[in-house]
Every structure is written in structure tokens, then in C-alpha cells.
């Protein structure tokens, strides 16, 4: 548990630290409150001891606790911290843990324009946009301001083909003919190099 741990949005079986005040009864801030008791209740369930306890943030009357994953882990969660201060009141804190499938986004506007996010919805769900009704593509014309050389990678990755002409790429292995300057090394044996198997006569 640490610091990190605090989020904008508190998520389900997730460790989380919140920070809050403790208020007297006129709303000021209780500073160093004493006898401080944090429990915390999953899903209405009877109130039990949370593992940590409130911590005060220097002499601010702010305070904060950690709570562990399995403290989180409910759709409702409630912390209740108390403390034997004179005048201070119970403080109750709620959490609804944000778990998959709670949260649903319906984008109405992009940088304010309610068209722009009916063309992303068209783009995203299938039925395609492109500037039109048209799916998203790439249509390279030009590479480096030449077209030929764009048709020419076109031909080079669409099957047909192309080596600065109509010629597929690929590579041609040639027999050396040439044995000028090859020579046996010392570890050839001409003797273990004749046939050794069976003499047939000649018939």
C-alpha cells in the first residue's frame, strides 16, 4: 500500500488510499485527533477493523488511510473512522468500486463538434467513414513526390512484382565453374576417398 495507490476512481479488489478531514462540530478541522478507530463494511455487512489506521497528514486535521485489495472488494464499501476527540465528529466515507462493464461511454462531442463523434462512431463500428461513406484505406500515389516509384511498390507487394523492371524479386544461385586457386587441405585422404565396398568381376 502507497501512495500510488490513490486513483481519481477507486476499483474493485484494488488497493486504495483516500484522503479526507475530520470535522468538530463547527466545521473546522480537528488537528491530532486522539483514539482514532477505522473500520470499514463490504456489501452491508457488520462494520469490522480495517488493517491500517487513519494517519494525519502533519497538523492539517487531514488524514488519510490505506485500504488493502480485499477491502475494496465489494460493490459497496464503507469506512467509518471515529476518535475519542472532544467535539469531533465520526467520519464516513462511501466508495462503489468500478469494476469492468460499470462504466459505458457514449462520446457526444470531439473537441466540441457533435459531427466529428457521429463520424468516429460510423468509423468504429464497422460501417466505415473516411472523409465519406467510404472505409479507411491507404492509397499511397507518390513516395518522395514520385508516382512511378509508388506504383512500382505497389507491384513489388501486391504479387506481381517489381526489381527496377517487370522482373519478380528474388535470388539466383550460380554453379562456380572456375576451380582456379582451390586447392585439397591436409586433412584429405585420397585413400579413404577410393571405394572400399565389394569387387565385382568384369563381366
Not at 466515507?93 to 473537441?111: C, H, K, M, W
Request: hydrophobic residues 35%; aromatic residues 8%; proline residues 3%.
Amino acid at each position: 500500500m502507497a501512495a500510488t495507490d490513490a486513483k481519481p476512481i477507486p476499483r474493485k479488489n484494488t488497493a486504495y488510499r483516500v484522503t479526507f478531514p475530520i470535522y468538530d462540530a463547527d466545521g473546522d478541522a480537528v488537528t491530532g485527533a486522539t483514539g482514532l478507530d477505522s473500520e470499514y463494511s463490504l456489501d452491508a455487512v457488520d462494520f469490522v477493523d480495517c488493517t491500517d489506521e487513519a494517519h494525519e497528514i502533519g497538523t492539517s486535521g487531514v488524514y488519510y488511510i490505506d485500504l488493502t485489495s480485499d477491502e475494496m472488494n465489494a460493490d459497496t464499501v464503507v469506512v467509518r473512522v471515529q476518535t475519542t476527540s472532544v467535539g469531533a465528529k465520526t467520519t464516513i466515507l462511501i466508495f462503489y468500486p468500478e469494476e469492468a462493464g460499470d462504466i459505458r461511454v457514449n462520446v457526444t462531442q470531439i473537441s466540441d463538434d457533435t459531427t466529428a463523434a457521429d463520424n468516429a462512431e460510423l468509423m468504429f463500428d464497422g460501417t466505415g467513414y473516411a472523409g465519406g461513406t467510404a472505409k479507411l484505406g491507404v492509397d499511397v500515389v507518390q513516395i518522395s513526390g514520385d508516382a512511378t516509384a509508388a506504383n512500382n511498390a505497389e507491384l513489388m507487394f501486391d504479387g506481381t512484382g517489381y526489381a527496377g523492371g517487370t522482373t519478380k524479386l528474388g535470388v539466383s544461385v550460380v554453379t562456380n565453374a572456375d576451380k582456379t586457386g582451390y586447392a585439397l587441405t591436409a586433412d584429405y585422404d585420397p585413400a579413404k576417398a577410393k571405394h572400399s565396398g565389394p569387387t565385382y568381376p568384369n563381366w
